[in-house]
């Protein structure tokens, strides 16, 4: 069973930058795919950033240009670097992973984000 662990959301002001990392334990092969989904109350969970063993990645397109997406395939790592934040960017983000051969979707417990104006 593949665990996820994220860290460092909080709070930052608008135009500001902020890193989340993700570490996922409990699996022997690299994950397929791995990155990152935001929720807002009532609205459905959206793909943020997202990024293949092979280094493929694919961006909603409100974050493109400010956020970067990064793994580490060996440690099943990924951080995603935000800049350039806006208020709409606050959400609670959640790390996402699967594995051809270690299954899923896997979520992580989620961190909170929030944007001050």
């Known amino acids: 069973q593949v665990q996820l662990v994220e860290s460092g959301g909080g709070l930052v002001q608008a135009g500001g930058s902020l890193r989340l990392s993700c570490a996922a334990s409990g699996s022997r092969f690299s994950l397929s795919v791995i990155g990152w989904y935001r929720q807002t109350p009532g609205k459905q969970r959206e793909l943020v950033a997202t990024?293949?063993?092979?280094?493929?990645?694919v961006y909603a397109d409100s974050v493109k240009g400010r956020f970067t997406i990064s793994r580490d395939g060996a440690k099943n790592t990924v951080s995603l670097q935000m800049s350039k934040m806006k208020a709409e960017d606050t959400a609670l983000y959640y790390c996402n992973a699967y594995g051809t051969l270690t299954g899923g979707p896997y979520w992580g417990q989620g961190t909170q984000v929030t944007v001050s104006s």
């Open positions: 990024m293949t063993n092979a280094g493929n990645t």
